[in-house]
């Protein structure tokens, strides 16, 4: 993303529900330093669906420079 300012991904116009990777950590933390959570399973996801266009929208938004995503093939993004 730094160097071509783009998102290079094979996702077409499919959407996700992005989590921030300091949130990952924090619910991991929890649950290995507890036993508050023993033998239960989380699903751990974002506030709100994105397609890739949206989130290159926000990152552009969050740095003040101009990102895109750009749609690559499955095949394409193996070999990068």
Do not use: C, W
Not at 8 to 29: K, L
Not at 47 to 68: F, Q, Y
């Amino acid at each position: 993303i730094l160097s071509d300012q783009a998102i290079y991904f094979p996702g077409g116009s499919a959407r996700a529900s992005f989590v921030d990777a300091r949130d990952i950590s924090a619910v991991a933390y929890e649950l290995l330093v507890s036993d508050k959570f023993a033998n239960r399973a989380f699903m751990v996801s974002g506030p709100e669906s994105l397609n890739h266009d949206d989130a290159a929208a926000r990152i552009s938004a969050a740095t003040g420079k101009t990102i895109v995503y750009r749609d690559v093939t499955a095949e394409a993004f193996k070999d990068s």
